[in-house]
């Protein structure tokens, strides 16, 4: 009981928020602060020495041990004053801008009984509260950052709480264990499809296998698939039975459509040849096949439509029965990667397990939580502490960074990298002093380096693997947020989000820059959001059933604005799926070729070549309840702003205004001394 508070506070430092302070005091349990989900607890009624209407308003009182007085700190706008507060007028309470009544004056609390330290006449706080610009307030202090995205949006965004995740801490020895077998079983898939079916894998299907049992998965490992039903991909399958017996392409010349019949009638007679195949298939096939032959031989003059219709009426013939007679084979390579990926799943658990051991610890089974407790949407939360890290090197270069791991180097260039500092610095409450910042981007960096089977580094623009990445233009977001209150990325990464709060691929490494977990797993109540899926069917399908939900549930303002790309299928897809929804309120298309996307990496490539024309038109519905409709009504204006905002070439006019902004100058040199190591 002697312990004394160690609080410095001088006239010029005064405290942005209370340090910590280390008491004695046995507390009774009545009368205990309750953990909040960011590690904050909230305390019951009255703590200090100061009137009910001051602490209704965030005012808490604290002892200045070296300048001996006591000094006043507002929890929700970061005050600090030396003098008593003057009380405020209470706001209104407004159903609608208030749903929840957190504005509202709340019911008179029980007194606490204050707890006083020998020798002084102050009284002792009896719960700690870390301050979070995501639990109401505003952030504690503005850093200026330049860049294509904004920051210090705050979020409209409530959700139910949620249980910690039950992962590893990011570590570099498991992620370059777990990515060297991913990368393993990405050459697996494509030797079995040579030896088997003698096709090169299909393109980008790999990722796609990915993204679709990600849908599925409850397994253990956030990356490789390891307990999913049904265990063969439906995606895969249907991707590999496409390019059978070849992969077909649009040729370019006539003497092309000629050479690609001539292939794909060989390959089919010769897989029914090749294969076990029954009597009747085998004869429907070699028929067809013949007379292409003769038909080949005896045409002179043929045009490139008469080949392609050619074409067509011969994969309309021998497909069923082809599809038939490789069906088993296909459904093999199928189950051996799912299979091969349960098997490497185990590996890298037991890798883990062994790094948790070193240190004395052991991963929690998994938790559940049931609880109606709203609160503002925050970071996902681990359950255990984080082992220690190995060293990452850091070496500046110029205008990027390398990040290099046991010989593995990443590149980021600089101003992403101060972007994932002022993430983590919103985010991140275990790393105060950035001791593990850049372990834990060089292992963000490698697990999407992985995921999407390329070269970070590679600027290789014309790959459709960026187009999962590929983001919305900095004046779509500057709209959306202006026009219909968007502050919540649905799909984004620490690498592309305009926003501090977004959902992504994976929780465990994405968490400390501000991810919250998986949209599918997300139970938000109201708040505006942006929907931009990756081209996965079935995760869009899966997205559009969630956003169903969670619209039915709430009475409470909810609106989702979602972009998905123009592509009609001969199935019902996942765009059909999102027309015919009962709470679309409105819907519109942007041709192809006249609006733009931010190219999906971003991050390594020039300011140049962000840029990238879209090839495909681009739908876009508002999906909203009652109270959202009421709230962020698509009128025409509205829309209207929208589309003007995607007129290719608004984004370098944004830039263009903003250099020649005079306040651009200090902007930039105060983003200079944002990166702290």
């Known amino acids: 009981m002697n312990e004394e508070i160690d609080v410095k506070v001088t006239p010029e430092e005064r405290p942005l928020w209370p340090p910590l302070e280390h008491s004695a005091v046995q507390i009774p349990p009545q009368h205990m602060p309750i953990p909040s989900p960011q590690g904050a607890p909230l305390s019951h009624g009255v703590e200090y020495e100061l009137p009910f209407e001051l602490q209704q ?14 000094y006043f700190w507002n929890k929700l706008t970061g005050e600090s004053l030396w003098e008593m507060p003057m009380v405020k007028p209470q706001p209104h309470f407004d159903p609608i801008t208030d749903p929840l009544g957190i504005c509202a004056p709340p019911p008179p609390a029980p007194v606490i009984p204050v707890v006083h330290m020998p020798n002084t006449s102050v009284p002792v706080p009896v719960a700690k509260r870390r301050a979070s610009e995501e639990i109401g307030g505003p952030q504690v202090k503005k850093f200026v950052l330049a860049g294509p995205w904004d920051l210090d949006v705050p979020t409209n965004v409530i959700i139910l709480e949620r249980a910690p995740c039950s992962y590893m801490h990011s570590h570099p020895e498991v992620e370059a264990y777990r990515c060297s077998l991913l990368a393993k079983l990405r050459q697996c898939y494509q030797e079995l499809c040579h030896s ?3 096709i090169d894998a299909p393109k980008d299907s790999f990722n796609r296998w ?8 409850t397994g253990y490992d956030p990356l490789l698939p390891s307990n999913c039903y049904p265990e063969v991909s439906l995606s895969m399958y249907k991707e590999i039975m496409n390019d059978i017996p070849i992969k077909l392409v649009r040729p370019k010349f006539t003497g092309d459509a000629r050479k690609q019949l001539s292939r794909y009638a060989e390959a089919a007679k010769k897989i029914m040849e090749s294969r076990n195949a029954e009597a009747e298939s085998r004869k429907v096939v070699k028929w067809n ?6 038909w080949l031989r005896k045409t002179v003059g043929a045009t490139y439509d008469d080949f392609q219709d050619r074409l067509a009426h011969l994969k309309q ?3 069923p029965h082809l599809t038939e007679t490789v069906k088993a084979s296909v459904e093999g390579i199928c189950l051996k990667i799912y299979n091969l990926s349960v098997e490497y799943a185990k590996k890298v658990k037991e890798k883990s397990n062994a790094i948790l051991k070193e240190h004395g610890m052991e991963l929690p089974p998994p938790m559940s939580m049931h609880t109606t407790r709203k609160v503002w949407c925050y970071p996902v939360q681990f359950a255990i502490g984080c082992p ?15 990040l290099r791991f046991q010989g593995d180097t990443l590149v980021i260039n600089s101003t992403h990298l101060q972007k994932l500092e002022h993430l983590y610095r919103h985010s991140c409450f275990d790393d105060r002093k950035f001791e593990l910042f850049i372990p834990r981007v060089w292992v ?3 697990r999407y380096a992985t995921f999407l089977g390329l070269n970070p580094s590679s600027n290789n623009a014309n790959s459709d693997v960026q187009d999962t990445q590929q983001s919305l233009p900095v004046t779509v977001f500057e709209c959306l947020n202006r026009t219909f209150g968007v502050t919540f990325e649905c799909f984004a990464s620490p690498l592309n989000c305009y926003f501090k709060q977004f959902c992504s691929a994976f929780a465990d490494c994405d968490s400390y820059f501000g991810s919250r977990g998986s949209f599918l797993q997300l139970k938000a109540v109201s708040g505006s959001f942006e929907a931009h899926p990756p081209y996965s069917e079935e995760l869009m399908e899966a997205s559009v059933n969630h956003m169903e939900r969670l ?23 996942a765009l059909e799926r999102l027309e015919s929804s009962q709470f679309k309120r409105k819907q519109v298309t942007i041709p192809a070729f006249e609006h733009e996307f931010r190219h999906g990496f971003q991050h390594v490539l020039n300011k140049s070549e962000l840029n990238v024309r879209s090839v495909h038109g681009t739908v876009i519905v508002w999906l909203q309840n009652s109270a959202g409709h009421q709230r962020w009504e698509p009128s025409e204006d509205r829309v209207q702003a929208l589309l003007e905002a995607f007129r290719p070439g608004r984004e370098r006019e944004r830039d263009r205004q903003e250099l020649l902004s005079p306040t651009r100058q200090g902007s930039t040199s105060d983003s200079k001394d944002v990166l702290v190591h």
């Open 317 to 319: 013939q021998c497909q």
């Open 388 to 402: 220690r890290l190995p060293v990452v090197e850091y070496l500046p270069d110029r205008d990027q960074a390398l």
């Open 196 to 198: 088997r079916e003698s």
């Open 57 to 70: 308003q965030g005012w808490k009182k604290f002892w200045s041990k070296r300048e001996n007085r006591p």
């Open 289 to 294: 096949v013949d007379e292409t032959f003769q």
């Open 551 to 573: 619209l039915g549930d709430s009475p409470e303002p909810l609106s989702f604005v979602v972009l998905m790309p123009d592509y009609r299928e001969p199935t019902p897809s």
């Open 210 to 217: 990915l993204m679709e049992r990600k849908v599925i998965d």
């Open 444 to 446: 963000m960096l490698k």
